[in-house]
């Protein structure tokens, strides 16, 4: 990147008659960037089209989502059911649809609380280190002890069913990877020559975590955030399956999926549907996670 | 070696604290009061008066955790609200079919990681390499019970070869019904081990005592076999034993989709009856088995590396 770089800069000084202009520039400099990193720019094109498409889901779906037709019940694939309907004679390609801004919301919803706690948490600790590290990392040691998902299982059972319940259980699970990650950046960085100058400069601690130590290592959970989010989607279409996720009548992938699996024998199409927008959803983010870690040059 | 396992089994201590003083208060975060959630709106003062007495919820919360934590050094882990059963034996009867789960899953998951990440790190950068490595990219956003659907869909519903559920009677049944779920918790855990197993390999396959087997003009097989994959079990292990949290979890997510009577399915058939300290007991065991299994692998990871002993 930085040879490239330069080139283009000597470039720009010895013929500067040829210097594209404008839009050609933006547009030649945008082909490059798709060139130097084609994971990176297919993961964001997958994960806009599915925001899209729950930005636009009164738009592209052709019905109401919860709205039952008995006498159309368990219709397979026709004109004006692309891909049928469930047992209670709703749509599924629009169930589908607006299904995507329920998972997708709940699912970019939960990140921001870990993400920011335990960046917050692994700041400090990190360059405090003491006591305050030792005991910090034994909460961790307790949270990771448990499965997953027996530990946001049990914590939705016991908070009762609901979005929030849902929010809260990711939260207490999921703060700690992000904590561990800046937790080992932070310290690395204390001990560098430029934290030692801003400590001899008499900077306060705060100025020194907020200005020095944190823009260097945001980008690592920054990237850990980008799989979290699938590991998020993944999570809320389990509890929905699972009948503890967000309560029906509301579309929801997971639950779509449970509902389906008892018309194996006849409709697939309803179970395998939704489970097919998960999957495409989820590799949109992670080509989305490969592509942020390549650019910036994290080892995964 | 016996005094290194004992002291990683003290330092172990203050985490199962924290893991005990968790489970116990599942039940404490409950909005409102866990005795009118269970017995419903309708119940009695009477009732509620008995049932908060009969959970002990009438005294202290310190003093509850204490009697709780007593119970749990000798064994106890409660009277199952629904079943009447104790805890214990509920746990003990479905813990086999759990057990059995995990095991060929992660046997199965292990094998065709290192088959995959064997023929990726022979030939580095070429099409079959792309391949497996894009696989952690696709399996990463595969949801479990979604794999096990499908796959009872095509091998129980259209091929019919395969049980679609249950655990059957004798041991040949149960071998065939665990099938499809080892191999629907497999798709989630290869793509974790394969890229962290290629990894290692790789930089197995540079060390000087790869070049100086292969001068020596050993069959290529064997100095892969040998050499490299010997020194990358290490990194191995530690990832398998890392991923096992990872691996219970989906456990308890599969056993619901195979309808498999192992503690998964007891714990979200509890959850429904809104069976406290059955869900509690699961916790914890599946915590503890976590545990043992971090344990485990420190301790195996340590009787591979030579240089450590």
């Known amino acids: 990147m930085g040879v490239r770089t330069s080139i283009a800069a000597r470039g720009k000084l010895l013929s500067p008659g040829r210097r594209r202009s404008g839009a050609a520039a933006r547009f030649w400099g945008a082909g490059r960037a798709v060139r130097a990193n084609p994971t990176l720019f297919a993961g964001v094109i997958i994960v806009c089209l599915t925001i899209a498409v729950a930005v636009l889901a009164p738009i592209l779906a052709p019905f109401d989502p919860i709205d039952q037709d008995l006498t159309h019940a368990l219709a397979g694939p026709s004109g004006s059911h692309w891909l049928g309907t469930d047992s209670l004679g709703r749509d599924v390609f629009s169930r589908i649809v607006w299904a995507s801004r329920i998972d997708l919301a709940v699912a970019f919803a939960s990140v921001v609380a870990p993400f920011v706690v335990g960046t917050a948490v692994g700041l400090v600790v990190g360059y405090v280190g003491g006591r305050l590290d030792a005991i910090v990392a034994r909460m961790a040691d307790v949270v990771v002890a448990f499965p997953v998902y ?41 001990s560098r020559a430029f934290v030692e100058a801003a400590r001899v400069g008499e900077f306060s601690h705060i100025r020194i975590l907020l200005r020095h130590i944190a823009p260097n290592v945001i980008s690592q959970p920054i990237v850990y955030a980008s799989s979290d989010v699938i590991r998020d989607i993944l999570a809320i279409a389990t509890l929905g399956y699972l009948g503890l996720g967000v309560p029906p009548p509301a579309p929801e992938w997971g639950a779509m999926i449970a509902d389906g699996q008892e018309y194996f024998s006849t409709d697939w199409m309803l179970a395998v549907g939704p489970g097919v927008a998960v999957v495409v959803t989820g590799f949109g983010l992670a080509l989305v996670g490969d592509g942020l870690a390549r650019a910036w040059r994290i080892d995964r | 070696m016996v005094r290194y396992i004992g002291r990683r089994l003290i330092a ?17 975060i409950t909005p409102g009061d866990p005795a009118r959630t269970y017995l419903g709106i309708h119940a009695t003062d009477e009732s509620l008066k008995a049932l908060r007495h009969a959970w002990g919820l009438d005294q202290p919360i310190p003093l509850q955790y204490l009697i709780y934590l007593s119970g749990l050094v000798r064994g106890d882990l409660g009277q199952s609200l629904y079943y009447g059963t104790s805890v214990r034996s509920l746990i003990a009867g479905s813990l086999v079919p759990t057990l059995f789960l995990l095991l060929l899953s992660s046997l199965l998951a292990a094998f065709v990681s290192v088959i995959l990440a064997l023929i990726a790190a022979t030939k580095p950068e070429t099409l079959v390499d792309h391949t497996i490595r894009a696989i952690p990219t696709v399996g990463l956003a595969m949801p479990t019970f979604w794999v096990g659907t499908i796959l009872i869909l095509i091998f129980g519903v259209h091929f019919g070869i395969l049980p679609v559920g249950g655990y059957g009677t004798d041991i040949k049944s149960h071998l065939e019904s665990l099938i499809l779920p080892s191999v629907a918790i497999a798709v989630a855990i290869v793509p974790v081990l394969v890229r962290s197993l290629r990894a290692a390999l790789l930089e197995a396959l540079n060390m000087d005592y790869v070049a100086f087997a292969r001068a020596k003009g050993l069959r290529p097989s064997s100095v892969l076999i040998r050499y ?42 509890a959850i429904f009856k809104r069976d406290f300290p059955v869900v509690q007991g699961i916790a914890l065991v599946f915590a503890i088995l976590t545990m043992i299994v971090f344990l485990l692998t420190d301790v195996a990871c340590d009787l591979l590396d030579t240089r450590a002993a």
């Open chain 2, 12 to 28: 172990l201590l203050p985490i199962l604290f924290g893991i005990t003083l968790v489970v116990f208060m599942l039940v404490h």
């Open chain 1, 150 to 190: 027996v530990l946001i299982i049990a914590l939705v059972f016991a908070l009762g069913p609901g979005v929030a319940s849902i929010f809260i259980a990711i939260a207490i699970v999921s703060w700690v990877p992000y904590m561990r990650i800046v937790r080992g950046e932070t310290r690395i960085l204390r």
């Open chain 2, 228 to 269: 490299a994959l010997r020194n990358a079990s290490i990194p191995a292990v530690n990832i398998l034993g890392v991923t096992i949290g990872f691996l219970v979890g989906q456990t308890l997510v599969i056993e619901n989709v195979f309808a498999l009577p192992g503690l998964g399915r007891l714990m979200i058939q």
